[in-house]
């Protein structure tokens, strides 16, 4: 018996239905098995020696630009940032679809992250918490210290993993920590959650109410699917969300974290910042630093109260001063004057240059380079905007992730006002920070906030 595009055999045999699938005819495929196979083999082409290394380097190429850029309009960015990184330490983080496990790439990566992390923002400060048996407990406080967050990292990596996460005891303990920073320094923290549960004492939406009134911004980075409750924790917080689809996909999720975000027009109030420049103290004989309370050789002097601290960037544990160092300071601000994305060469303009500028490696000749080698990759030449410099891939990688300033603008005779310093916009800085010389140490400025 058939009926609205539908047929039903005997009760005994095995059921049978046709679907009507005319409706489906006009309409696009929405799923990947509806769609055609792609030869996508057919994208390669070998050169004349019969060689696939070019195409392979272009792939390469553009998956690093791909990376690369990013929005480079001068806006205000939060340089002091505080940052607390909630891990999954539960018996989820033993799965093995991220190899060689969730925990064990997860501390990989994280102590990448954090070299990088203080690399990029070196007056920022980051504090790790792990959550597991339905607890949550802070690993690290807040430090501008590298080393002790990545020691005790090792320190739990080989430790057993039990229980279900509790994200709302995480988030209850780094929110205890965070509403005591400055309205200057960005509250943030950053979730990796292996899990599909939490073992939560209370409302979870009490907690993310809470986040939203401090302003403290609340990123999710899930291993294992999309959880409705940490997507609405990123959306209300105004954070990011993100799932790991595979070890590349994970790496590319986390290091989106470190460039510092816009700063909020509610928290836009603050313009000046005190901040101490302590000098360097060489002693003979131990005493004791203000922020452990040990007996320690040598440290940092706050200019305000002298009292002794281990590391900078820190905050003084007595008068509360802000502790930083000139050099870290002014390598902060390239944040706020990114050096602006390379255009990418065509072939046919390909010719007029023959070396990179900055390494001096040789381009392909455009004149040795068959037809089909160009149409299916790109030339390997960017040229900067400002100085018309061409540059290698490698090279205009290395210029906006490490170096942050182009040599050909650097090599030019510099004008009477810098064009990447002109900052346009409500509520930018007109003007670089007051920093004080290296060599002058135990002084306290005021800088733009």
Known sequence: MASNGRRQIDEDDEDIIDVDDSSLQNNQANYAWEEEYKRSWDVLQEDEHGSLAGVVNSLQQKAKRKRLLRDTDPIRRGIIRHLFIVIDLSSAMQEKDLRPSRLSLTFTYLEAFIAEFFDQNPISQIGLIGTK?????????????????????KL????????EPSLQNSLELARSSLIHVPAHGSREILVIMGSLTTTDPGNIHETIEKLTQDNIRASVIAL???????????????????????????????????????????????????????????????TLCACHGKLTLGGYICPRCDAKLCDIPTECDICTLTLVSS????????????????????????????????????????HKTSIQIQATTDAGRYQCKLCEKTFCADCDLFIHDVLHNCPGCLSQPRPKTDPRRAISGAGTPSHAPVVPSPLGGGSSRMVLG
């Open 133 to 153: 048996d339905g607890l949550a407990e802070k690993l690290t406080e807040l430090s501008g210290n590298p080393t002790e967050h990545i020691r005790a990292l």
């Open 224 to 286: 294992a699917a999309e959880v409705q409750v940490l997507k609405f924790l990123s959306t209300q917080t105004k954070g990011t969300f993100g799932v790991a689809m595979n070890e590349g996909h994970y790496r590319d999720l986390l290091f989106e974290v470190i460039p510092p975000t816009a700063v909020t027009t509610t928290k836009a109030a603050s313009n000046l910042v005190m901040m101490g420049f302590p000098s360097r103290s060489n002693e003979s004989a131990a």
């Open 156 to 163: 739990k990596k080989f430790q057993e993993m039990c229980g």
């Open 327 to 366: 050099p870290l300071l002014a390598r902060s601000y390239h944040h706020l004057f990114p050096v602006e994305n390379f255009i990418e060469v065509a072939w046919k303009d390909a010719g007029s240059t023959t070396a990179c500028f900055s390494c001096q490696k040789s381009f392909l000749s455009p």
